[in-house]
């Protein structure tokens, strides 16, 4: 997604959820400059197997689907969307990519960046804590931000880890993108919420406004890029 029309979601997003401009700044900041002083991966000179990819959300079909894609005889380039990485690791897959905001179970993604795969780490205004803390934990990093982007962060444009995670596909050249796990609605799994009792939760108002805003930006990709989209 271009920069420029980005923005103009972007000022949607902070005027729907009262997010502080000036905050997410701050963070991806401190993202740049940590970055900077120990070094960051180049997302577009990545070796990846194949340009189709599936990327993982952390929706309700997300068990069923990490199952499924393990039956599959076919090399695509896995991406998870930070809470799905637990899942996946229970299955023993281990995703090329990871796109976080590290509210997920951090401990799963660095778990999976020991065991090499690439993080693309998120700064904003309510993650800065988390940043200051794991950051110095993970390898194979690469950072974004939501505002203005400063080398060597990236912004590709999306809002939620799992519509990054497909903005991200797209601008790796990607042909075709499985959405699995990718549910939206109304209900949350243990996955992205892992503080929840059961497998499953009714999404509180916020996760809900944030899972329209990820459908309604995959929708943007569908109208506007010539990519095949395909939902399990
Ligand atoms: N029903 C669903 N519940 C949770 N995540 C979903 C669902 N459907 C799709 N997803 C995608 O899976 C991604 C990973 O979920 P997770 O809750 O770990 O992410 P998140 O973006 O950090 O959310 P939050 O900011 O609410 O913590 C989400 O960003 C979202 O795009
Ligand atoms: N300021 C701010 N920005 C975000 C937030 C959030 O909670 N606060 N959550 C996101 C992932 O869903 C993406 N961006
Ligand atoms: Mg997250």
Redesign the pocket.
Known sequence: MELEVWLRWYAGILED?G?DRA??EEAAEYLRGFLEEHGSIDLHGLELPSRNFIVFGAGPSLKEHAERFRGLDENLTVVSADGATTALLEEGIVPHIIVT?LDGRVEDILEASRLGSTIVV?A???NLEKLRRYLPLLKNLAGTT?SIPSRPLYNFGG???GDRAVFLAVALGAERIILAGMDFGDTVTRYSRPGIKGETARADPVKKL?LEYARKLIEWIRTNRDVEIETW
């Open positions: 959820f997010f905050a997410d905001d998120h904003h205004g309510n939501q809002f939620t880890d944030k």
